[in-house]
Nanobody, 125 residues
């Protein structure tokens, strides 16, 4: 059983930066593709970015060039560096783990094996 705990959320002004962290415990972290997802009030949960077991990445178009996903397998952690934040980035951010082929970045929320509880990110305009 893998447990995921997100941290790093908070309140930031538009144009600012935040880095989210997701710490995994209870499993072999390097075997999992990881994803960041977000859900704004009244909206569906959407993909933000995913990273394969070996570091390949995939981003939603809305965050390309602003967000960077990375992982440190030695620390069992995945990160989301968010720059140039916009009001529309306000959401609860979740991480998830997907047991996939090592090169795959196709980690979806619905098919994920493990999920975190989320961390709130609020961007004031």
């Amino acid at each position: 059983q893998v447990q995921l705990v997100e941290s790093g959320g908070g309140l930031v002004q538009a144009g600012g930066s935040l880095t989210l962290s997701c710490l995994a415990s209870g499993g072999t972290f390097s075997r999992y593709a990881m994803g960041w997802f977000r859900q704004a009030p009244g909206k569906e949960r959407d993909l933000v970015a995913t990273i394969s077991s070996v570091g390949g990445t995939n981003y939603d178009d809305s965050v390309k060039g602003r967000f960077t996903i990375s992982r440190d397998n030695a620390k069992s952690s995945v990160y989301l560096q968010m720059n140039n934040l916009k009001a529309e980035d306000t959401a609860v951010y979740y991480c998830a783990a997907c047991r996939l082929w090592i090169l795959s970045t196709s980690c979806s929320w619905s098919a994920s094996d493990y999920r975190g509880q989320g961390t709130q990110v609020t961007v004031s305009s």
